[in-house]
């Protein structure tokens, strides 16, 4: 079974009164969590669980994924009917380690994230030292070694990978 990674969607600006950990969405970055579930839910992506790093944006991002995910595909539960499961170590800075501890029970999953920390990720589960940075809301499956296809926002389809970084 793949496991998925996704970068949280966009936030608000980092700013003096808010602390970076309590950054929430943007309201398009709202709009592009929503849209990629229900896009994964056309396209009958099958989601085992949904865990997301502690930081407030990730998330937000990971409970409209699944809201997203639920609206469109039956198989995914009914609307909010899906819990976001948090793991601290999907939080900015920490190390991978834990994540690759616990991977073997997270197959299946959506992991919400941040950047550097998704591509370190990414790139030790596909031994690409140099993966690709996630873009905001970018989502990726991972199986048998490599990454198999990404979506963006507003893309129609999976992108479809050989190998990631030619």
Known sequence: MPVY??????????????????RYLSDSGRAAALAMGEASGRLGIAIA?????????????????A????????????????????????APGRGTRRIFADLAELEGALLVGHEPSLSALAGQLTSEPRFAAFEKAQLVALEGGGATWTLLPGDREPRRYGRLNR
């Open 5 to 22: 990674l996704m970068r949280h969607a966009e936030a608000v600006p980092e700013a003096m009164s808010l602390a970076d950990e309590s």
């Open 49 to 65: 669980a949904v865990v997301s790093s502690p930081l407030v944006r990730a998330v937000q991002t990971a409970e409209l994924v």
């Open 67 to 90: 809201l997203g995910l639920a609206s469109v595909s039956p198989s995914q539960g009914t609307p909010g009917s899906r819990s976001v499961r948090i793991h601290e170590s999907l």
